[in-house]
C-alpha cells in the first residue's frame, strides 16, 4: 500500500460540515435546556453601585437573573494571576468592574428572545472611575517582565556594537490590539447530571484546560466533569483558555436545576475574551558596510490588565533569528483598565516578526543591499541566543525556492521604481519563524472484530484538519484505507491530550497516535507468531509486513492472513494498545523551529493611496507535512492573516470611556475574498528526527508571522513612504 502520510486528501470530517450534520457546541441537542444571556458592564473602571434585576425578573419566561448579589461562591477564583489557562475570571463574585464588557449578570429564559429580553431590562447603576487604557502616555508606568522567557536578554555588547557599525537605524513600531473574532462565537451548554456531576459542551481548544477549572470551581474531582467538543468553528487563541461565561453557565444551570445554554454576542466579545494587546517596539540595529550586523536591540511595551499579567513577546524572534554578535531585548508591561490580552495566532511572533522584519528592510535599504542577500549575509547558522545547534533549518532553501516562485530577481531595489500608469507596484520579503512546541500526550488504538481501526485522543479540531491527519498516521501503520480507521475526538473520556495551541497538536497528539498505532502493531504481530493456528507462526517480527487489511510474510507473501482471522482466534472482541509521547531532553541539546520566506506584491493608486495585496508567496520549512492539502490550507489561512493585520485589522479603543468602538464585523475589518490576491504557499522537503517522533514542526502560526512585515516593506518600495503604525491605511500614505 502507498504511503498515506503526506498525500492531499480530502477531509474524513468533510461531508458532515458541508451537510450541516457537525454539531458544534451550542447546537448540541440537550432536553429542556434554557437560554442564557449576558449583561456585560458599560463602564471600564469602578464599580457596581446598585443593579436592579425586578423588571427582567417579571418579564416573559425569565427564570433566573444571576448577579454578584445571589450567585453561588465559588473556591479558586482570585488564585491565579499570571495569565493564560488559569488567568482570574469574573464570575460575579464581587461588584468591581476592570474593564468594559466584564459580565455583570446572567439572564436565564425559556427561549434565546425571552432571555435577551430580559437582559436589556436589568438596570446598573455605577460608581465610574477614570479608566487608563493609553499607553504611549504611560510609557513612565511600564515594568519590566522578570520571568525568564521574556525577562531582558543580553549577549556580548550592544552599545559598543553599535558605536562600531557604519549604518545604524532605530525606529518604533507599532501594532493595535485586534481582537480574534472566530466565524463561531464562544458558546457553552451546561448539564448538571447529578449534584456531584457535570457535564459541559463547550466550544473550546483545551476540554482538559475546561475540566481542570471548573472542578476546582466546583469542589469536584476531576472526572466528575465531562467535557465535549467534536467540532470548532475557529478559535485562532481565544477558545485556548478557560473565560467568565463558561463558568457562569455552569453556575446559572445549577441554580436554575436544569440545562442552561449560552453564546457570546459578537460585541461581548471585544474585551472578556481575550485579544492581542497592541504593542510599541523599538528596533535598533546597526551594520558595517558590507552588510554584517554589529548590534541588534529589541524592546518592547505591551499592555497586561490590571488583575493578571499576559505578555505579548514580540521581543523574541529578535534573540535567535540573526548571527547579530551583540544583542538585548526586552519587554514591559503597563496595566491598564481592560480584560487580559491572551494569545492570538502566533503571540509574540506575528506582532514581533513585523517590527523585526519592517527593521531588517529599512536596514538594507541604508546599506543599498537586497533584502535578502542582506539577511543571508547574518544567517544564523546555529541558535545565537541558546547557542544550540537547529534540529533542523531550511531557511536558507525557503529564500531561494520563494525568490524563485515569486520572480524576486526581476525586483528593482529602488523604492518607487516599479509602476504599471498610475499604479505604483512594490515587491516586499521577510522571513517567518515559530516554534516547535511540544507537550505531553496520550492516545489508544483498537483493532476491532470486523477488522476496522478506532484510534482516540481527546484533542481538539479548530477547522484546521486534525481529524484527517491523525487518520492518516494511524491507517499509515496499519496498512489499511483510511476508511477502516475511525478517529475520535473531543470528550474528556478519551485519553488526555493537552491543549490545541501553540502549533502543538499534530507533534503532541500525532505522536500519541503514532507510538499507539505502533504499539498495537507489535501487539499484533507478537499475537501472529506465537498463534500455533497462524501462518506467521513462528515468524520473525522484522519479517512482518502490515498491507491491505493483512499481515503477512515479506519474505513469503503468500503466507499470511486477515485482521479479522487473526482477532476471531484469540476470542476477544478487541484488541487495544495505549500509549503517551512526551518531549524528552531534545530541547536541551538542539534548538526547533520552523522556518519561512515570505513574498508581496502590492499594486496602489499613485494618487488615491487605495492599496491591493495583488499577489503573494510564502515558502516554508515546517519539518514533515502530514497533509498536503490541509498544510496549505493552514499556510494560506496565515497569511491571509498576514494580510488583515497589515492592512485592516484594528479594534479602537476610546480611551475617554475605555471602551471599543468598532466591537463588530461591520466595522473590525478583516479581509474578504476581494481583498485577497493571487496566493500561492510552498514548502522544502525538512526531515528531522529530533523534534518529535513523527518529525512534524506544526504548521497552524507560521503561515503569519513574517506576512505582515512582507506586505509593510512591499508597500514602502511601491511608495518611499514607510508607515511604522499598523495598519497601513490610505491616509496615511496620503498624508506622509
Known amino acids: 500500500m502507498e504511503d498515506l502520510i503526506g498525500k492531499p486528501l480530502d477531509r474524513v470530517d468533510g461531508p458532515l460540515k458541508v451537510t450541516g450534520r457537525a454539531p458544534y457546541a451550542y447546537e448540541q441537542q440537550v432536553p ?16 457596581i453601585a446598585s443593579i436592579d434585576t425586578r423588571a427582567a425578573e417579571r418579564s416573559r419566561g425569565v427564570s433566573l437573573v444571576m448577579t454578584h448579589l445571589n450567585a453561588p461562591r465559588l473556591s479558586g477564583v482570585a488564585h491565579d494571576t499570571t495569565g493564560g489557562p488559569g488567568h482570574v475570571l469574573q464570575v460575579l463574585q464581587d461588584n ?84 480574534h473574532n472566530p466565524m463561531e462565537p464562544h458558546a457553552t451548554i451546561a448539564v448538571w447530571d447529578s449534584p456531584d456531576h457535570l457535564t459541559l459542551y463547550d466550544a473550546t481548544q483545551g476540554i482538559f484546560n475546561d475540566r481542570g477549572r471548573l472542578a476546582s470551581f466546583f469542589g469536584l474531582q476531576p472526572d466528575a466533569v465531562r467535557v465535549i467538543s467534536p467540532y470548532l468553528g475557529g478559535g485562532f487563541g481565544s477558545k485556548g483558555p478557560v473565560w467568565s461565561h463558561v463558568v457562569l453557565t455552569a453556575m ?35 551594520a558595517k558596510s558590507d552588510g554584517t550586523m554589529t548590534a541588534l536591540r529589541h524592546d518592547t511595551v505591551s499592555h497586561t490588565s490590571t488583575f493578571g499579567q499576559f505578555v505579548e513577546g514580540a521581543s523574541r524572534p529578535a534573540r535567535m533569528l540573526y548571527a547579530s554578535p551583540n544583542n538585548s531585548t526586552s519587554q514591559k508591561l503597563v496595566r491598564s483598565d ?90 516586499g520579503m521577510a522571513s517567518s519563524v515559530y516554534p516547535t512546541n511540544r507537550s505531553a500526550s496520550n492516545a489508544s488504538a483498537r483493532l476491532n472484530a470486523d477488522g476496522t481501526f478506532s484510534v482516540d485522543a481527546g484533542t481538539q479540531d479548530l477547522g484546521t484538519g486534525t481529524y484527517t491527519v491523525m487518520t492518516q498516521v494511524a491507517a499509515e501503520s496499519f496498512g489499511v484505507p483510511v476508511n477502516r480507521v475511525k478517529f475520535r475526538l473531543g470528550d474528556t473520556i478519551l485519553p488526555e491530550t493537552p491543549v490545541s495551541g501553540g502549533s502543538q497538536t499534530a507533534a503532541s497528539t500525532g505522536s500519541a497516535v503514532y507510538l499507539a498505532a505502533q504499539a498495537l502493531r507489535e501487539k499484533l504481530i507478537q499475537m501472529a507468531i506465537a498463534d500455533a493456528q497462524s501462518p506467521l507462526s513462528g515468524a520473525s517480527a522484522q519479517d512482518v509486513v502490515f498491507d491491505k487489511g493483512r499481515l503477512y510474510s515479506r519474505s513469503n507473501p503468500s503466507k499470511g492472513e486477515t485482521f479479522q482471522e487473526l482477532i476471531s482466534r484469540s476470542g476477544q472482541s478487541n484488541i487495544e494498545a495505549r500509549a503517551e509521547a512526551k518531549p524528552g531532553a531534545e530541547k536541551e541539546r538542539y534548538s526547533m523551529y520552523a522556518f519561512g520566506a515570505q513574498f ?41 492573516w498576514g494580510i488583515g493585520m497589515a492592512l485592516y485589522e484594528q479594534a479602537a479603543m476610546d480611551n475617554r470611556l475605555g471602551r471599543w468602538v468598532n466591537n463588530n464585523l461591520a466595522e ?16 522544502v522537503d525538512e526531515k528531522d528526527d529530533h523534534v518529535n517522533p513523527i518529525g512534524v514542526k506544526g504548521v497552524g502560526e507560521i503561515g503569519i508571522t513574517g506576512a505582515t512585515a512582507a506586505i509593510a516593506n512591499a508597500v514602502f518600495h511601491a511608495t518611499g513612504i514607510r508607515v511604522r503604525d499598523l495598519p497601513i491605511t490610505l491616509d496615511k500614505l496620503l498624508r506622509t
Open 32 to 47: 429542556n435546556a434554557a437560554y442564557a444571556v449576558l449583561v456585560t458592564s458599560t463602564i471600564a473602571n469602578g464599580r
Open 96 to 179: 468591581v468592574v476592570h474593564y468594559a464588557n466584564q459580565p455583570v449578570a446572567v439572564v436565564v429564559a425559556d427561549t434565546f428572545e425571552n432571555a435577551d429580553e430580559g437582559a436589556f431590562l436589568v438596570q446598573v447603576r455605577y460608581a465610574a472611575a477614570m479608566p487608563h487604557t493609553d499607553l504611549e502616555s504611560r510609557l513612565s508606568q511600564a515594568y519590566a517582565v522578570a520571568d525568564s522567557q521574556d525577562g531582558e536578554k543580553r549577549r556580548g555588547d550592544p552599545e559598543a556594537g553599535m558605536a562600531e557599525a557604519e549604518t545604524r537605524i532605530e525606529h518604533v513600531y507599532w501594532t493595535p490590539f485586534e481582537v
Open 252 to 286: 446559572a444551570a445549577k441554580q436554575a436545576n436544569r440545562p442552561v445554554k449560552l453564546a457570546v454576542a459578537r460585541p461581548q466579545m471585544f474585551g472578556m475574551l481575550g485579544f492581542r494587546s497592541e504593542t510599541r517596539q523599538t528596533v535598533a540595529a546597526g
Open 338 to 427: 481592560i480584560g487580559i490580552p491572551s494569545y492570538t495566532r502566533a503571540p509574540g511572533e506575528a506582532s514581533g516578526t513585523y517590527g523585526l522584519e519592517a527593521a531588517m528592510d529599512e536596514l538594507a535599504y541604508a546599506l543599498k543591499m537586497d533584502p535578502i542577500e542582506f539577511r543571508l549575509k547574518n544567517y544564523a547558522e546555529t541558535d545565537p541566543d541558546e547557542n544550540k545547534p537547529w534540529s533542523s533549518k531550511s531557511l536558507r532553501e525557503c529564500y531561494r525556492a520563494g525568490a524563485e516562485k515569486f520572480g524576486w530577481s526581476k525586483r528593482k531595489l529602488e523604492a518607487r521604481s516599479m509602476r504599471d500608469g498610475n499604479t505604483l507596484i512594490g515587491w
Open 600 to 640: 508581496a506584491e502590492v499594486r496602489i493608486d499613485a494618487d488615491l493611496g487605495q492599496i491591493k495585496v495583488s499577489r503573494m508567496v510564502g515558502c516554508f520549512g515546517a519539518g514533515r507535512i502530514l497533509n498536503a492539502k490541509t498544510a496549505r490550507s493552514q499556510f494560506l489561512g496565515g497569511m491571509v
Open 668 to 683: 473590525y475589518h478583516v479581509p474578504v475574498n476581494a481583498d485577497v490576491g493571487e496566493i500561492e504557499a510552498i514548502w
